[in-house]
């Protein structure tokens, strides 16, 4: 469908933009874009793996739009005073969201998996997409997050896959509502939490999600999935989970700390399955991804064997190395679920923990700065140390009253050590300052790609420090 169309994209660096691109690209369509962070002078690997790709590259000043035939996508968030904006206008462009173009080719692909909640989302379908190639089945992916397992030389930035099978599997977003629009033959709803939208929002946004899809594939340990979709009755409808209602479940669950092992129970049999990526988290993602390619027909020998060589996502949980003793690991945790989710893995296991966090805009402080503080607070120990900053902000009109000391204040009024440092560069100085052997360094945080490069030079100091 986007054979010998000219895309535009505002924003081509994002998580969501980037794998758009390509697959659009792969399709046949000739493909540009523009993005504030090249003209900041920001990820300039990115910009230029693009480049390499034939993807034309350019400042955002609208200098990228030359015809009235180019189709301007960009996030409808996206204010008409941008100048690629004014200039689509101008050219009297074709304007589509990110959301709409994708789910146009999602719809009209022959089968296909959405993967939907608010937690999980980008590494169960990086663990389905994984499953299906595994098994030879040649699948399109669409992912928010770099694929481990898809990373190479000519890939560095592997957050989607363009395959000639017959399978589409894509991530899908409810924070802008455009879940909506996707018509899945199976939908993965892996949870139902306090996130961009109210949980009544949240509630009728998955319900419908779940309900238009041939098959449902949904969390039983998930209290709000729970109160959702057991009483909608839905047929061919599957359940996963620790608990003992579920129809795909996991028991005799051990825990390590770089992956898991535990006993997959299916109706009447027990299966042993070992996964790379930590947490009882991801053993409930592995659950959910083992459910959705059985409803594609793949055998459960061949799901497992896909899942037990998963090798996880970039920034999910991602170990960037030990110096001294002290190990440093990047994750995307940035709500309250996902937050949770990392330092619960963390804390299974002996050690203190030094957690810096970037909230991912003023917004998110509004919406769930309580939240995550109340987390911050039940999982930290005293001895742990929590560091915020201040949020991410690439400029635009935004209430800045609130923001990361309303989180730091609130976790050190529980009684835990939490320090609002504004700047980046101070809280690598403060951390470096605090980390002794037998620490974990974790940076959370999402919207902001260089928070990778903030990780790497935190061990690249503490290695100095170590010789």
Not at 236 to 241: E, L, N, R, T, W
Request: net charge negative; aromatic share 6%; proline share 4%.
């Amino acid at each position: 469908m986007a054979k010998n169309k000219s895309y535009f994209f505002c924003g081509i660096g994002g998580s969501g933009m980037l794998p758009l691109a390509n697959i659009v690209r792969d399709g046949g369509a000739q493909v540009a874009g523009s993005d504030r962070a090249l003209d900041q002078g920001r990820l300039a690997p990115k910009f230029e793996w693009l480049k390499s790709l034939g993807i034309d590259i350019f400042a955002q000043d609208g200098s990228g739009l030359t015809s009235g035939d180019q189709i301007l996508i960009a996030s409808a968030a996206v204010e008409d005073s941008v100048p690629d904006v004014a200039k689509a206008k101008e050219l009297g462009c074709a304007r589509m969201t990110r959301a709409e173009l994708l789910a146009e080719l999602f719809n009209a692909s022959t089968r296909s998996v959405a993967v939907g909640g608010t937690s999980g989302k980008s590494t169960v379908t990086g663990m389905i997409g994984w499953i299906l190639t595994d098994a030879g089945l040649d699948p399109t992916i669409m992912n928010g997050g770099v694929m481990k397992n898809f990373v190479s030389a000519d890939t560095p930035f592997a957050s989607a896959r363009v395959g000639h099978g017959d399978v589409f599997v894509s991530e899908v977003d409810e924070s802008d509502g455009s879940i909506a629009l996707f018509q899945p033959e199976i939908a993965v709803l892996n949870n139902i939490s306090l996130d961009h939208k109210s949980l009544d929002e949240l509630r009728a946004l998955f319900g419908d999600f779940t309900r238009k899809a041939k098959h449902a594939i949904w969390n039983a340990d998930d209290i709000e999935s729970v109160a959702l979709l057991a009483p909608m009755a839905l047929p061919d409808a599957v359940s996963f989970g620790f608990t003992d209602r579920a129809d795909v479940r996991a028991v005799d669950v051990v825990e390590m700390p770089l992956g898991s092992h535990f006993t997959l129970l299916v109706k009447d049999e027990r299966l042993p399955v070992t996964l790379q990526v930590p947490g009882r988290h991801n053993i409930s993602n592995a659950l959910a991804a083992i459910a959705a390619a059985q409803a594609l027909g793949v055998p459960m020998a061949q799901a497992i064997h896909g899942i037990e060589r998963f090798a996880g996502l970039a920034r999910r949980f991602d170990i960037v190395g030990i110096a001294g003793g002290i190990t440093v690991i990047d994750d995307f945790g940035h709500n309250p679920d996902k937050t949770a989710a990392t330092l619960a893995t963390l804390k299974a296991f002996p050690g203190r923990i030094i957690a810096f966090f970037q909230p991912h805009g003023y917004g998110p402080i509004r919406v769930m700065g309580n939240e995550l503080a109340a987390v911050f607070a039940k999982h930290l120990n005293r001895d742990d140390h929590l560091i915020l900053c201040d949020p991410v902000y690439f400029g635009g009109t935004v209430d800045r009253r609130l923001g990361s000391q309303t989180i730091t204040d609130a976790v050190a009024a529980a009684g835990r050590q939490a320090e609002y440092i504004p700047t980046r560069e101070d809280c690598g100085n403060r951390i470096v300052g605090l980390a002794e052997p037998g620490d974990r360094i974790v940076i959370m945080g999402a919207r902001d790609d260089t928070l990778s490069g903030f990780a790497a030079d935190v061990l690249a100091r503490l290695v100095k420090a170590s010789v």
